[in-house]
């Protein structure tokens, strides 16, 4: 007498219940399927970014102020504040935390569009074209943004650029020639 004997047996055929669909309900059921993939896929490629995350160029580009004209004259950018204090004795450095905001960098052969919108001087050219830089500004270029000569780190020192010209070749990934003189 096993009383795990009767695991394999099945049920009577009287109390097999049998799921008939008709065309209707198929086509209802593939529909709200259709409906629910659809606003699936719409609320996960949203690009928004959300919670502050920028994981592509083009939300970069439209978390500035002005994206239509950094994209124009310059290009997009992270701006990252960081102020560093040293002291002698003892002799230590603190670093405040990053300050983490959209700004833009102006090309040098656009440089009067920023005359031309009063951000900055005839002395502030002179002075940022004496060191071979260019200017960058944080907020927006009608309501008087912080706008510093900066400068251009060495393309070369650059360790996300893979050697090469771009080409297929070499892995379509190259130094973007725009990228050496900015």
Do not use: H
Request: aromatic residues 8%.
């Amino acid at each position: 007498m096993d009383p795990y004997g009767q695991r394999s047996n099945r049920l009577p055929a009287s109390s097999e219940q049998k799921i008939n669909f008709s065309t209707g309900t198929i086509a209802v059921l593939a529909g709200v399927l259709i409906l629910g993939v659809g606003i699936g896929s719409a609320i996960t490629s949203t690009t928004d970014g959300g919670q502050g995350n920028i994981a592509s160029q083009q939300q970069l580009d439209m978390a500035v102020p002005d994206p239509e004209f950094c994209r124009q004259w310059g290009a997009s950018a992270f701006v990252i504040d960081v102020e560093m204090y040293t002291t002698l004795n003892p002799s230590t450095s603190f670093v405040t935390q990053p300050a983490l905001q959209p700004g833009c960098v102006i090309r040098r052969e656009n440089w009067t569009v920023l005359q031309k919108q009063g951000a900055i001087s005839n002395e502030d050219v002179r002075e940022c074209k004496q060191r071979m830089n260019t200017f960058a500004y944080i907020g927006s270029i009608r309501d008087k943004p912080i706008v510093k000569c900066v400068y251009q780190t060495d393309v070369n020192e650059n360790k996300f650029i893979i050697k090469g010209d771009g080409q297929a070749e070499d892995g379509g990934v190259g130094i973007n020639k725009e990228a050496i003189q900015f």
